[in-house]
Structures are given as structure tokens and as C-alpha cells.
């Protein structure tokens, strides 16, 4: 196969390397310099964001800002995620961290990316991670314990009511994730 | 970037990749490995990394009972079709292995540390191989200060979860059961 000049021979990517990754439809990712490359989401994660991001929205106080991703969000030269969804401030400098960072997961990459993604953001000190399994549905809300490891505070599935305080009050059922557009608009 | 560039022309634009398509890298001296159809690469090893691999292989060499084979890095073990680990350090039974690959969990699995890989190997690697039922796996931490060392040793329980079951640092010695007696004290492993 045609081999490409190689970027750096063997070095750990920098968030500058991104910029040269195809537009295949999947997602690169960087945690300290180790490149992370997942599969595409299909409809059903796509319904599922569009569907939190409205209600996320809707909810949003004027200080505060919901972006749809993905969205780059970096941590230092080497480790790059790039969420779902944030809410950051609305007057900070889009390179800030968020105060929210959520991820809408298959089934199949779950327990990869769940593991992944809330160890990030604990050590990067993101003040909330919502994990959403976008076919159960479910949707989890981690935050920093006072120790500052990540604790589960929400924790809703199916028609149970997801109701988060931080950053702002927002109330929900999985369940509105997933349903079929027939019939609710 | 040739690296990741899985898609030079696209891979199956988006889908999940499979073991096949990690025949198409480059052979750019990083780590490729899939978990669950996700592509993890790393960058290549450093000197302290490379140093305790070979010492460690050479303890584990040593105690080998003629049922069991250590191998290094890069060798392919097959975890499912969309899952394929490259641990630093493995230990197979005889009859498991083909020459291709290990197609079935290794009774050893060892990730030494380095900056770029510490994160992964502790929260991504530990955890799938975990789940593919790998009974011990140990990580080892390559500080420059050989007193500084670490080995820590992961046994799955009844329950099918690791447990931290010994850790030794600097000049404790580690007197492992399984997969085989063999004693191991870190600062070895980093002079």
C-alpha cells in the first residue's frame, strides 16, 4: 500500500497531528500522545445527541453555552478528546475547558470509551461527565467527590427521570433519546 | 499522517475496524492494536521501557516450565475479531500458540509503563483484559531511580475482576506463583 510520509517516525502524536487525519467519519482522539481512533456513530447516536442537546439547550442559562460536536476539547500538547457535546461558558475563550462534557456511546465501544473518557476527564478536573448509552437508553452523571476522584450522581435508564442539578437543572427520560421521530414532532 | 491514516484511501469509510485492516498500516515503528473496533496507537518504546522489557523477559526466560513460552512485543494476541493486543512481555501455554498469533488469552500479560502508554495500559488495557479472563497481569513502573521501581501484580478473582494481589517497589522482591515461581524485584529490572 502506499505509504505516506510518516509523521515522526514513532513519536507520540501531538494535537497538531490531528489536523492531518482523513474525514472518514470516525473520531481521533489523543490521550498523552497515544492515538485513539473510534468507529463512526450511526442514526441512532446522532438522534441521541441532537435529542440531549435540545433539551440541554433549552435549559441553558444565558452565562453558559451548548456546542454539539465533536467538539475539540485539549488538555496540554498531547491528549485531545473530543465530546459529543459541551457546555461552556459563554464568554470564555472557546479553548477553556467546559464545565460539561457529554458522550453519546454504542453499545459496542461502551466500555472502551466510558473507561477512557471518564479517567480523562477526572484527571483533567471537567467539573461534569454525562455517559450516555445511547441504545439502552441510559444516561450516567459523573462529578469530582471532594477527594476529586469522579463520582456517579445520576444515574437514570429507559423512562426513569434524569434529573441533573450541575451545571444547571436539567430533566429528562432516556427513553426521549432514542424514540423514533414518528409521531414527536 | 501515514500513521492512523487507515485511510489511505478510506477503510471502509467509518466502520469499525477489524483485525485485517491492521495489515494495512505503516510500519512506522508505533504500536497499532484494536479494542472492541477501536484503534489504539502508540508511540514507539523509550530506552528505560526497552531495558526492562529485556530484563524482565530474561527472569521470566529463566523459571519457564518447558509448557510455557514468553514472548515479547510485537505479537498479536487475538482477543475477538475486533480485538487484538500487542502486550509488552506474554506467557502462553506451548499449545495455545500458532505462528501467527496467540488466539486465546495468555496466562501472562505484562504492560510496562511509559509516559504516552501509562494511561491507556492502566485504564483501557487492564480492564479488556480483565474481561477477556487473562488470570494475571502485571504492570511495571520503569522509574529512572531503580529504588523508585514498581511491580504490581493484577490476579482475577472468583468473581472474574482484578484485585491488586502484591506489589513490590524498589529492592522488594516478588516471589510469583503463577503462572510460575519466579522472584522479581523491580530496581532490576530499570539498572
Known sequence: MAVQPAIGFGRPFARADLALTPRD???????????????????RHRRAVGRLAEALHAACPPELTVV????????????????????????????TAPVLAVEVMDRRTWPFDHEVKRAVLERERLPGFWAVDSELPRIEAWEPGSDGRYVLTVDATGDDEFVAVRPYPVRLRPAELVRDDVGHE | MSVAMPAQPAIGFGRPFTRADLDAMPDDGRRYELIDGVLVVSAAPGLRHQVAVVELSFLLRGACP???????????????????????????????????DLPRPPVLAVEVLSHSTRFIDR?????????????????????????QARLEVWELTDAGRYRLAAEAVGEQSYRARTPYPVAVRPADLVR
Open chain 1, 25 to 43: 467519519g470516525r473520531r481521533y482522539e489523543l490521550v498523552d500522545g497515544t492515538l485513539i481512533v473510534t468507529p463512526a456513530p450511526g442514526r
Open chain 1, 68 to 95: 454539539v460536536g465533536p467538539v475539540p476539547v485539549g488538555f496540554g500538547e498531547h491528549t485531545e478528546l473530543r465530546p459529543d457535546i459541551v457546555v461552556r461558558s459563554a464568554e470564555a475563550d472557546p479553548a
Open chain 2, 66 to 100: 518447558p509448557g510455557f513460552r514468553v514472548l515479547v512485543a510485537p505479537f498479536a494476541v487475538v482477543l475477538a475479531d475486533d480485538t487484538e493486543l500487542q502486550p509488552d512481555l506474554l506467557v502462553a501455554r506451548r499449545t495455545d500458540l500458532t505462528e501467527r
Open chain 2, 123 to 147: 485504564n483501557v488495557k487492564r480492564a479488556r483484559f480483565e474481561r477477556a479472563g487473562v488470570p494475571t497481569f502485571w504492570i511495571v513502573e520503569p522509574a529512572a531511580n531503580p529504588a
